[in-house]
């Protein structure tokens, strides 16, 4: 199938957890959801990310978004792995795993989301089968996808920068902004283009003109 693309619907699917069966859609319900994925279980890189998910969750709680791994193992090593996890995670603070991993032994999900890696050959379990490749979608409630980023194995996740695009997402949707280089919460953002500026001195009373294409303007959110 071709690669999936922003705009595109986030395929549905069935699937065993740690949380038991889901249905994909179903379970995202009126949130919106982070699907990460992995290219096996007691891998160095993702049980550094996997605490770290489970350490944000107030963050991702706040955000109204879900989180749900998958990676290329059965449940029984998901369980396993788990509590390395939170034994890693516990050397930074108290560490839960809250959030389902799919099982995907098979990787027809990772088929499905174009998750496999085709490009290192040597990347094999031990059945031959293409491992997972390390990538992150961002979907909304209408089952959007709004991001996708495929990392190397060799480098970890940023969390941090992923959070951000999920405020950017955000604002954007409510407000009619867009977010410049570098943007974090509670800074300045653009006006969007589709404003006129007639609108923006209404929307956004204290915006400021720096090109005919180019006008900022604080935004307060909560």
Sequence with gaps: MPSLRLGNTAPDFVA???????SFHEWIGDSWAIL????GDFTPVCTTELAEVARRAPDFAKRNVKVIGISANGLDDHVKWAKDIEEWGAKFAPTTVGFPIIADQDRKISTLYDMLDEQDATNRDNKGLPFTIRTVFVIDPKKTIRLSIAYPASTGRNFDEIIRVVDSLQIGDKYRVTTPVNWKKGEDVIVHPSVSNEEAKTLFPEHTVHKPYLRTTPLVVE
């Excluded at 065993?16 to 889901?22: A, M, V």
């Design 36 to 39: 990460f994925s992995h290219p």
């Design 16 to 22: 065993e957890t740690t949380q038991g069966p889901i």
